[in-house]
């Protein structure tokens, strides 16, 4: 690589790393990102009781542990440098201030998302180094790479360990090397113990050996294949030790989650198969050029016929048609495989160019501009107020004190106490006990600065088959000793009154379920109907919604029965989805 060359490459990454870097301060001192404060909360558990089970296999163990080695990091330089603050303290401050943990693990995140961008660079530059600089400048500003780089959550950090495992498994291919493949299976076992989708990586190294082996029946005896394998099952489970040591637990962990993703929010999703809803996620990643380009791509690098065409295709394919079954789907499923199809994309621009020089040229700087507009538009939604944080502002100024105010978000909408180390369901998860609170609701007092009690609201389930199959995942398929308390179906409307519950704080995603499904699930339907008809109804719109722009701030409403729709708008800041 000439001069030139390098100088442009990390023009790139500082591009990269300022535009992940800017505004990581989001949302701050509250917690605003659900996936973030659970990463969060489950590390803190270990680090304060001073053991390696954190009594949860929804994810798996890396990301809570990469919480404590971070903060770990954290307070050492703050005592270093003069801070003077006990282990205990560090780690409870989270619960009033989450300024310093959520800032490290996205400064974190920043990095390795910044070091994704110069791994896409290196895997498109062997098939061309002019398709790795147009791949890397596409992830550079693809929004959804951005926004995940701002919170520290196990999508970023599977991705860089997939991107990995790819550059590995193409190196293979082209330098027959122990070492390649062997690095390219022990970080597909790092991204499977961030998190569970990581483990599919492992078709690129197949893919890769095949075209060594030429044949099916070769790579069926290759040491390759099944090495690969039980390397990365090792580092697997020595990233999520006690997976092996509670198998009973990951049986209902993991099983709970496959009905999560096969059967929706609890019924409340209603669009067409992912397989064709996650295309909009991909537009959001790449705009709608980029991602027409992306098909351009894949035609020419077919026709070529080029065997790391096969093995950069592998994995991504894989994926998008797994999580294409799921009825949950969300941007941030598709942020695993944007660095290949970055590639693809890179490489259809730059064979348009090639071909056509003028089409070239107007795709390139559509794409690039498109973009580019789109990061300075997230960049400045995202130094604006917060939807949670003007909810907040609104309640304080004008919901009396003394009333009791029902949410989903629970600590995320206030600080919990410092004895709310734990979530009411890791309670019982430590204990083995019921999981009681969960699923009934749960009532705590804000810290002495609010003094205001807070209703956290039960989970809404679909139906009594629902019900039925987390039963049994609990009991008759492993035996396992938990009892559930889950009524058939949960009314959330009485648990509200029984509570003494007179606001309501909701969100867009909820609300959104609401208007798809009323004619599917007339139970879900009398309780936001009845919710509706309170004027005592806030509305958060733009929380965790996922396409798009809202997946930042947006808007506040009070909702009324009457207008079905807008009331009062609290505060106005731009908003992409008014429905």
Same mark, same amino acid.
Not at 95 to 105: K, N, P, R
Not at 222 to 245: C, E, G, M, Q, R
Not at 549 to 568: C, H
């Given at each position: 690589?000439?001069?030139?060359?390098?100088?442009?490459?990390?023009?790139?990454?500082?591009?990269?790393?300022?535009?992940?870097?800017?505004?990581?301060?989001?949302?701050?001192?509250?917690?605003?990102?659900?996936?973030?404060?659970?990463? *969060?909360?489950?590390?803190?558990?270990?680090?304060?009781?001073?053991?390696?089970?954190?009594?949860?296999?929804?994810?798996?163990?890396?990301?809570?542990?990469?919480?404590?080695?971070?903060?770990?990091?954290?307070?050492?330089?703050?005592?270093?440098?003069?801070?003077?603050?006990?282990? !205990?303290?560090?780690?409870?401050?989270?619960?009033?201030?989450?300024?310093?943990?959520?800032? *490290?693990?996205?400064?974190?995140?920043?990095?390795?998302? $910044?070091?994704?961008?110069?791994?896409?660079?290196?895997?498109?530059? =062997?098939?061309?180094?002019?398709?790795?600089?147009?791949?890397?400048?596409?992830?550079?500003?693809?929004?959804?790479?951005?926004?995940?780089?701002?919170?520290?959550?196990? #999508?970023? =950090?599977?991705?860089?360990?997939?991107?990995?495992?790819?550059?590995?498994?193409?190196?293979?291919?082209?330098?027959?090397?122990?070492?390649?493949?062997?690095?390219?299976?022990?970080?597909?076992?790092?991204?499977?113990?961030?998190?569970?989708?990581?483990?599919?990586?492992?078709?690129?190294?197949?893919?890769?050996?095949?075209?060594?082996?030429?044949?099916?029946?070769?790579?069926?005896?290759?040491?390759?294949?099944?090495?690969?394998?039980?390397?990365?099952?090792?580092?697997?489970?020595?990233?999520?030790?006690?997976?092996?040591?509670?198998?009973?637990?990951?049986?209902? #962990?993991?099983?709970?989650?496959?009905?999560?993703?096969?059967?929706?929010?609890?019924?409340?999703?209603?669009?067409?198969?992912?397989?064709? !809803?996650?295309?909009?996620?991909?537009?959001?990643?790449?705009?709608?050029?980029?991602?027409?380009?992306?098909?351009?791509?894949?035609?020419?690098?077919?026709?070529?016929?080029?065997?790391?065409?096969?093995?950069?295709?592998?994995?991504?394919?894989?994926?998008?048609?797994?999580?294409?079954?799921?009825?949950?789907?969300?941007?941030?499923?598709?942020?695993?495989?944007?660095?290949?199809?970055?590639?693809?994309?890179?490489?259809?621009?730059?064979?348009?160019?090639?071909?056509?020089?003028?089409?070239? =040229?107007?795709?390139?700087?559509?794409?690039?501009?498109?973009?580019?507009?789109?990061?300075?538009?997230?960049?400045?939604?995202?130094?604006?107020?917060?939807?949670?944080?003007?909810?907040?502002?609104?309640?304080?100024?004008?919901?009396?004190?003394?009333?009791?105010?029902?949410?989903?978000?629970?600590?995320?909408?206030?600080?919990?106490?410092? #004895?709310?180390?734990?979530?009411?369901?890791?309670?019982?998860?430590?204990?083995?006990?019921?999981?009681?609170?969960?699923?009934?609701?749960?009532?705590?007092? $804000?810290?002495?600065?609010?003094?205001?009690?807070?209703?956290?609201?039960?989970?809404? *389930?679909?139906?009594?088959?629902?019900? #039925?199959?987390?039963?049994?995942?609990?009991?008759?398929?492993?035996?396992?000793?938990?009892?559930?308390?889950?009524?058939?179906?949960?009314?959330?409307?009485?648990?509200?009154?029984?509570?003494?519950?007179?606001?309501?704080?909701?969100?867009?995603?909820?609300?959104?379920?609401?208007?798809?499904?009323?004619?599917?699930?007339?139970?879900?339907?009398?309780?936001?109907?009845?919710?509706?008809?309170?004027?005592?109804?806030?509305?958060?719109?733009?929380?965790?919604?996922?396409?798009?722009?809202?997946?930042?701030?947006?808007?506040?409403?009070?909702?009324?029965?009457?207008?079905?729709? =807008?009331?009062?708008?609290?505060?106005?800041?731009?908003?992409?989805?008014?429905?």
């Amino acid at each position: 690589m000439g001069k030139k060359e390098k100088y442009f490459l990390w023009g790139i990454i500082l591009i990269a790393f300022s535009v992940r870097i800017y505004m990581v301060q989001f949302g701050l001192p509250w917690v605003y990102w659900v996936d973030e404060d659970i990463c *969060t909360r489950y590390g803190i558990y270990i680090a304060l009781n001073g053991t390696l089970n954190p009594f949860t296999f929804g994810y798996p163990s890396l990301i809570f542990y990469l919480t404590v080695i971070l903060g770990t990091i954290s307070y050492i330089v703050i005592n270093v440098f003069g801070g003077n603050i006990d282990w !205990h303290t560090f780690w409870l401050s989270y619960f009033g201030d989450a300024t310093i943990l959520a800032c *490290t693990g996205r400064f974190f995140q920043a990095v390795i998302g $910044t070091i994704t961008v110069l791994l896409t660079y290196k895997i498109g530059a =062997i098939i061309n180094k002019k398709v790795g600089f147009i791949s890397a400048i596409l992830i550079t500003f693809s929004p959804l790479a951005i926004i995940e780089s701002h919170r520290f959550a196990a #999508d970023g =950090i599977m991705t860089f360990f997939c991107t990995l495992a790819v550059f590995f498994a193409m190196k293979y291919y082209n330098n027959i090397e122990t070492k390649n493949w062997v690095l390219a299976g022990i970080f597909v076992g790092l991204a499977a113990g961030t998190k569970y989708l990581g483990a599919f990586a492992i078709v690129s190294i197949w893919s890769a050996e095949l075209f060594i082996q030429k044949s099916i029946k070769k790579l069926l005896k290759s040491k390759v294949l099944w090495s690969s394998i039980l390397i990365s099952v090792i580092a697997f489970f020595i990233t999520t030790p006690y997976l092996f040591l509670k198998p009973k637990m990951i049986i209902l #962990d993991f099983g709970r989650n496959i009905l999560h993703m096969f059967g929706g929010h609890f019924g409340f999703e209603n669009k067409p198969l992912a397989l064709v !809803h996650n295309v909009s996620h991909l537009v959001y990643a790449l705009s709608i050029i980029g991602l027409l380009v992306v098909v351009a791509g894949l035609i020419f690098l077919f026709r070529k016929n080029n065997k790391l065409f096969w093995i950069l295709i592998s994995f991504p394919f894989i994926h998008y048609i797994i999580t294409g079954l799921w009825q949950v789907s969300f941007a941030r499923y598709l942020y695993i495989i944007l660095p290949p199809i970055a590639i693809f994309s890179g490489y259809g621009l730059f064979e348009m160019f090639k071909r056509w020089k003028t089409i070239g =040229i107007i795709l390139i700087f559509i794409t690039f501009t498109n973009l580019a507009i789109h990061t300075a538009l997230i960049e400045r939604y995202l130094s604006l107020p917060n939807s949670l944080t003007l909810t907040r502002e609104w309640i304080i100024n004008n919901i009396p004190a003394d009333e009791t105010i029902g949410t989903r978000f629970g600590n995320r909408l206030f600080p919990g106490n410092d #004895d709310q180390i734990r979530s009411e369901l890791d309670v019982a998860r430590a204990n083995g006990s019921v999981d009681t609170l969960y699923f009934k609701g749960v009532l705590y007092y $804000t810290p002495d600065k609010y003094k205001r009690p807070i209703f956290k609201l039960p989970i809404i *389930t679909k139906e009594k088959s629902f019900v #039925d199959k987390l039963k049994s995942l609990g009991s008759k398929i492993i035996g396992y000793k938990r009892k559930y308390t889950l009524p058939e179906i949960i009314e959330p409307l009485k648990v509200l009154q029984q509570n003494n519950v007179n606001y309501y704080v909701a969100s867009a995603v909820y609300y959104q379920r609401y208007r798809n499904a009323r004619k599917i699930y007339p139970i879900q339907n009398q309780f936001y109907d009845n919710i509706l008809k309170s004027e005592n109804v806030l509305a958060s719109f733009g929380q965790e919604y996922e396409l798009k722009f809202r997946e930042v701030p947006s808007m506040i409403y009070m909702l009324n029965a009457k207008t079905n729709g =807008i009331r009062q708008v609290v505060c106005k800041i731009p908003i992409h989805n008014k429905n």
